[in-house]
């Protein structure tokens, strides 16, 4: 078992950025650029600078700048004075936030200086707020997972919770981005928000006080029976050294059935995932292909080729609708290899790849470059992965407290 001895991988090569409240959830190229912060137009707004840097081709902006005019000679502010005026700066910005959101994408935000400034704080680590990730399904505000132990978790929040109202603000057509500005705070304070559950009839209120918050990684476990548990809550950058360890120790057991639970898991860095994969898969396997769209040629990651195990392993992946991104990808690479069965329901579909790129030293864009596909050239964007036995949870298995997918598992592993 020398394999364990290597040291794995700390490359990242895609991490994820937080688009959700715990600052590592969603695929995000972690690439740099600068371009120029600037609009191109005609001389209808003289005070304007750098109107012509940049300047596409072929694009007519006399519409925007006669739009500009209109609004700066004709505006009245109708719900009393403003607590802050606002600047030609804010204007642009404002723009540029329009821009974005004429693609379509929930994914592709712009942020002003004070949102870049707490993105910023998130990614590098500084996380106070509830716990949870949040994306869009089907255009509304979801709950794509709370994380083990942090206060949404404790609140009773549930993955694919519809956001409908977060304080006194309706969330209708709100970005993820913009529900987690709302969201999160300093430890100690208090967030209302108004949620409508998969099998609701109306809707809840849940009260959840801001804490520091903790990501966990894994838990493991060997039952009685001999089937080894990795319950695996995040693919943080710790967490494929963190899995090579639980795997060591499945080994030392010398049993030969494994469940590897992603429920709940919103994703995390994508090296993470490909380690996985690794223990797995030989060299030549495909884990995970990223599109670029157009007529590019895709970008294939392939396992690095750890494949530890022989013929005689048993695996079952577990799977729900807040398994999302990195989730997905290991999910889809193991299922679609033939390595293991996928038992659960439909993953959340959590499948595009984000790249930030600083406009100037105050402003970013977040923007959607690519697509992620499993090894057969599947999609994982909105439509999920099916799962091979499909197990959905009842109000009678909650009220009972089983846990009808594991126990699935667990008779699929020891049928002969």
């Not at 991490?15 to 650029?33: D, E, M, P």
């Given at each position: 078992m020398s394999s364990f001895g290597?040291?794995?991988?700390?490359?990242?090569?895609?991490?994820?950025?937080?688009?959700?409240?715990?600052?590592?959830?969603?695929?995000?190229?972690?690439?740099?650029?600068?371009?120029?912060?600037t609009f191109a137009g005609t001389n209808v707004a003289p005070n304007i600078v750098n109107k012509d840097s940049g300047q596409p081709e072929n694009v007519d902006f006399s519409l925007f700048w006669r739009a500009w005019d209109h609004l700066n000679e004709k505006f009245v502010e109708t719900h009393g004075t403003s607590s802050k005026a606002i600047t030609d700066e804010d204007k642009v910005y404002g723009a540029i936030k329009g821009l974005a959101e004429s693609l379509g994408d929930p994914y592709t935000t712009f942020f002003p200086p004070q949102e870049n400034k707490d993105f910023q704080a998130e990614i590098s680590g500084n996380f106070e707020g509830v716990g949870m990730e949040v994306g869009t399904r089907d255009d509304i505000l979801t709950v794509i997972a709370p994380l083990k132990n942090t206060p949404a978790f404790k609140a009773g929040v549930k993955a694919g919770d519809k956001i409908l109202k977060i304080d006194n603000t309706v969330s209708t057509n709100m970005s993820a981005d913009e529900a987690v500005s709302l969201i999160k705070g300093k430890k100690g304070t208090t967030v209302t928000l108004t949620l409508l559950g998969t099998n609701d009839s109306q809707p809840r209120e849940v009260k959840i006080v801001r804490d520091r918050i903790e990501?966990?990684?894994?838990?493991?476990?060997?039952?009685?029976?001999?089937?080894?548990?990795?319950?695996?809550?995040?693919?943080?950058?710790?967490?494929?050294?963190?899995?090579?360890?639980?795997?060591?120790?499945?080994?030392?057991?010398?049993?030969?059935?494994?469940?590897?639970?992603?429920?709940?898991?919103?994703?995390?860095?994508?090296?993470?995932?490909?380690?996985?994969?690794?223990?797995?898969?030989?060299?030549?396997?495909?884990?995970?292909?990223?599109?670029?769209?157009?007529?590019?040629?895709?970008?294939?990651?392939?396992?690095?080729?750890?494949?530890?195990?022989?013929?005689?392993?048993?695996?079952?992946?577990?799977?729900?609708?807040?398994?999302?991104?990195?989730?997905?990808?290991?999910?889809?690479?193991?299922?679609?290899?033939?390595?293991?069965?996928?038992?659960?329901?439909?993953?959340?579909?959590?499948?595009?790849?984000?790249?930030?790129?600083?406009?100037?030293?105050?402003?970013?864009?977040?923007?959607?470059?690519?697509?992620?596909?499993?090894?057969?050239?599947?999609?994982?964007?909105?439509?999920?992965?099916?799962?091979?036995?499909?197990?959905?949870?009842t109000d009678a298995d909650i009220e009972k407290k089983i846990d009808a997918q594991l126990n699935k598992a667990v008779e699929l592993l020891l049928a002969k």
């Open positions: 290597k040291n794995l991988s700390k490359n990242i090569l895609v991490a994820v950025l937080g688009v959700g409240l715990i600052g590592s959830a969603f695929v995000i190229g972690a690439r740099y650029g600068a371009v120029n912060s990501i966990p990684t894994l838990d493991t476990e060997l039952r009685s029976d001999g089937i080894y548990v990795i319950k695996l809550y995040s693919f943080t950058s710790n967490s494929a050294n963190l899995f090579r360890g639980a795997l060591e120790q499945f080994v030392k057991s010398k049993n030969n059935k494994l469940i590897i639970d992603l429920r709940g898991n919103p994703g995390g860095y994508l090296d993470a995932a490909i380690d996985m994969a690794s223990w797995f898969l030989p060299a030549d396997k495909i884990v995970v292909q990223e599109d670029k769209g157009s007529n590019s040629e895709k970008i294939v990651y392939k396992s690095k080729g750890y494949n530890i195990f022989n013929n005689n392993l048993k695996v079952v992946v577990l799977v729900d609708g807040g398994s999302a991104s990195a989730s997905e990808i290991l999910a889809g690479a193991l299922q679609e290899n033939g390595v293991g069965k996928l038992v659960g329901t439909k993953t959340f579909g959590k499948g595009s790849v984000q790249e930030l790129v600083n406009l100037n030293p105050d402003t970013s864009l977040k923007i959607t470059i690519a697509r992620w596909l499993t090894p057969k050239g599947n999609t994982i964007s909105e439509q999920g992965l099916k799962p091979d036995v499909e197990v959905k949870v």
